[in-house]
T-cell receptor, first 114, second 114 residues
Framework: NAGVTQTPKFQVLKTGQSMTLQCAQDMNHEYMSWYRQDPGMGLRLIHY???????DQGEVPNGYNVSRSTTEDFPLRLLSAAPSQTSVYFCASSLAGGITDTQYFGPGTRLTVL | GNSVTQMEGPVTLSEEAFLTINCTYTATGYPSLFWYVQYPGEGLQLLLKATKADDKGSNKGFEATYRKETTSFHLEKGSVQVSDSAVYFC?????????????FGKGTHLIIQP
């Protein structure tokens, strides 16, 4: 199993550009989520999904869109990038999203918005 | 709401020293508690977890006990190695159901010197 994969690893955008961060998992996990990691802030939840066709907002959803058309994929879209979105983005998945479930994280995408 | 507080560091120790990283939480009900570790350039991976009061999670020589009376989940290791250098995150999973992710502390950067 590849686990959770993310592409790209690094990305530089200009303010106002749009892009999609890709996330895929091959563990047949129902639950997937996106976090951003900022210095001194820990990880904060952006959006999550409990299954194909179902998504919901986390703590910091503004400026991001998600969709879940398949169990495997959970892309994160930046509609109009802003410098405040400079961060490291992690995708995670777990079997069912229950409070005891272990979450498996991808290697991250480091995004810089100029 | 839920919150997790942990010492941020950096914490610098010599090899074979005893390690304690404090973690306290605020939550309603009975959350699950986790320690995740992030090695340089990688995503987070589960180190250990505890799902109910007085449970002890352990892995790779690390231990943490879920103390409901003190709302704490301190991470300990008797003899650290250089390879333990990483960022350690305490996290809680919301009780009462729901799949809206984990609440993370800000992370503790641990540096072990030979």
């Amino acid at each position: 199993n590849a686990g959770v994969t993310q592409t790209p690893k690094f990305q530089v955008l200009k303010t106002g550009q749009s892009m999609t961060l890709q996330c895929a998992q091959d563990m047949n996990h129902e639950y997937m989520s996106w976090y951003r990691q900022d210095p001194g802030m820990g990880l904060r939840l952006i959006h999550y999904s409990v299954g194909a066709g179902i998504t919901d907002q986390g703590e910091v959803p503004n400026g991001y869109n998600v969709s879940r058309s398949t169990t495997e994929d959970f892309p994160l879209r930046l509609l109009s990038a802003a410098p405040s979105q400079t961060s490291v983005y992690f995708c995670a998945s777990s079997l069912a999203g229950g409070i005891t479930d272990t979450q498996y994280f991808g290697p991250g995408t480091r995004l810089t918005v100029l | 709401g839920n919150s997790v507080t942990q010492m941020e560091g950096p914490v610098t120790l010599s090899e074979e020293a005893f390690l304690t990283i404090n973690c306290t939480y605020t939550a309603t009900g009975y959350p699950s508690l986790f320690w995740y570790v992030q090695y340089p350039g990688e995503g987070l991976q589960l180190l250990l977890k505890a799902t109910k009061a007085d449970d002890k999670g352990s892995n790779k020589g690390f231990e943490a006990t879920y103390r409901k009376e003190t709302t704490s989940f301190h991470l300990e290791k008797g003899s650290v190695q250089v390879s333990d250098s990483a960022v350690y995150f305490c996290a809680l999973g919301k009780s009462g159901g729901g799949a809206d992710g984990l609440t993370f502390g800000k992370g503790t950067h641990l540096i072990i010197q030979p």
